[in-house]
């Protein structure tokens, strides 16, 4: 089964976005883990991908999700200041900053990607996190949608 | 001398550049044409499409195609070049990733029309074309996505050296060895690995001519970019735009790793970035939008409008 029949017979149900998580393995990662050790309700749209640092993130793996069928894609990482390789996070954040801008420029709202800083202490605010990006996802629509 | 090898060259929707680099050969043309057995080539010789049309399938060995697929004619001339020809090269930016015409994809046709046509400044009351002229695609797409491509030999234009070497090769039968190094590899200035403090317009301030451009804020792609431009513009003082697109395996996304590179060196505000990066797309994905994953998904929006 293609993806794109995949998504036709979702649709048909009820619409659930699909969202491309990917979190630190320093803070967000264990953040998320502790979110589900301890029992925080949140959507479970989110496919969490664990990398080294969000300074390992490239601008094509947020890309590349979105033209293969995501809907939205968040980026959960350290704290300014705080990340295990003293500035991975902050060129994320640089990158990200073009890449929004880019998005907008291509017709893709930028409200499809979001940045947030979370601890490993900080489940509530991973939690929380999922829960506004699925939210803002669904006002949106599918991005395939305008594709057909 | 051995038998002359037949070539047809077609031009899609392009500025001829890439033809006039070949041009640009100069004597060596000399050694060049005698191995040529020219069978198309619009502007310089006198051969019609009905001529190319005619040729039996696979009959020409060389083609080289420059410029995109834009008019319902060009994607015609495109079909007809792979069925004639053995070997087809996609010549020049333009055929390999899209190039500046796709740059038409930041809007809708429309959009394009009411630029060109309809409100064009130097033209009062101006209409659309419709008379004795070809169907305009409503997007452009890469060519790659309408025929397969033996050999791609990007450059807006491709170097003088480059085509000599790649037609020699191909001429006398051997492998063409491109170094698949980027820009950066060519270029003479000095990087301290210093991040960037401040993001510079190519019109601000005086640069050091010794120093990396990037590192002093100019924003140059060169990292991002195949290098068979042996460094010109860097070497001149000018920074990099990235017309000879990603370096090897060239199927990658120019843009985003330019993004990528520029991010790890820049890691500066949010709220600054947007001030002085004034147009990110126009800016990393200025040679290859149709190939690039934000082209992709633009492409597919506007052909699901047509359907």
């Known amino acids: 089964m293609t993806t794109v029949e995949k998504t036709e017979v979702q649709t048909k149900k009820e619409w659930e976005p699909q969202i491309v998580a990917f979190c630190c ?5 264990a953040g998320a883990d502790l979110a589900g050790t301890s029992r925080i309700q949140y959507p479970p749209n989110a496919r969490i991908i664990r990398v080294n640092c969000t300074g390992r993130i490239s601008p094509e793996f947020i890309l590349a999700s979105l033209e293969m069928g995501a809907d939205g894609v968040l980026i959960s990482g350290c704290h300014p200041g705080d990340c295990h390789y003293s500035s991975g996070n ?3 954040r640089a990158r990200l900053a073009i890449m929004k801008m880019a998005l907008e420029q291509a017709g893709v709202h930028p409200d499809r990607v979001r940045l947030q800083w979370a601890s490993a202490s900080e489940a509530q605010i991973f939690a929380d996190g999922v829960t ?6 669904k006002a949106l629509g599918p991005l395939r949608s305008e594709w057909k | 001398m051995a038998e002359p090898t037949s070539i047809a060259m077609a031009q899609g929707s392009s500025c001829w550049g890439c033809f006039q680099s070949l041009i640009d050969i100069h004597l060596n043309l000399a050694t060049v044409l005698p191995m040529l057995d020219i069978k198309y080539w619009q502007c310089v010789a006198d051969f019609k499409l ?16 420059e410029g995109v697929a834009r008019t319902e004619e060009d994607i015609h001339l495109l079909k007809t070049m792979r069925e004639k020809c053995e070997i087809l090269i996609a010549f020049g930016s333009c055929s390999c990733f899209g190039g500046i015409p796709c740059l038409a994809n930041f809007s809708t046709l429309e959009e394009c029309l009411d630029v060109k046509f309809r409100n064009n400044k130097t033209v009062k009351d101006g209409e659309v074309p419709t008379e004795n002229l070809p169907k305009i695609a409503p997007v452009v797409v890469p060519n790659s996505t309408i025929v397969d491509f033996e050999i791609y030999l990007p450059g807006c234009p491709p170097t003088s050296k480059l085509i000599l070497t790649a037609l020699t090769a191909l001429l006398t039968g051997k492998e063409i060895e491109l170094a698949p190094h980027t820009v950066c590899h060519y270029c003479d200035r000095e990087r301290k690995e210093t991040p960037l403090t401040e993001i510079l317009r190519p019109f601000e301030g005086i640069a050091d001519p010794d120093r990396c451009l990037l590192e002093q804020g100019y924003i140059c792609v060169g990292s991002a970019t195949w290098g068979l431009c042996e460094g010109q513009c860097v070497n001149h003082g000018a920074t990099c ?4 697109g990603p370096p090897p395996p060239i199927t990658t996304d120019q843009g985003a790793a330019a993004i990528s590179m520029f991010g790890s060196m820049a890691p500066l505000e949010p709220e600054y970035l947007a001030e002085k990066v004034l147009d990110p797309l126009g800016c990393f994905w200025r040679f290859t939008y149709p190939t ?3 082209g992709g998904i633009r492409i597919k929006r506007e052909e699901a409008k047509t359907k």
């Open chain 1, 25 to 29: 393995n320093w803070c967000s990662y």
């Open chain 1, 90 to 92: 902050l060129k994320l």
């Open chain 1, 132 to 137: 506004t990006i699925v939210e803002q996802v």
């Open chain 2, 50 to 65: 009905k001529d190319l049309e005619g040729y039996p399938d696979k009959s020409i060995t060389v083609g080289l195609y």
């Open chain 2, 241 to 244: 735009r990235g017309c000879f």
């Open chain 2, 292 to 294: 690039s994953h934000l």
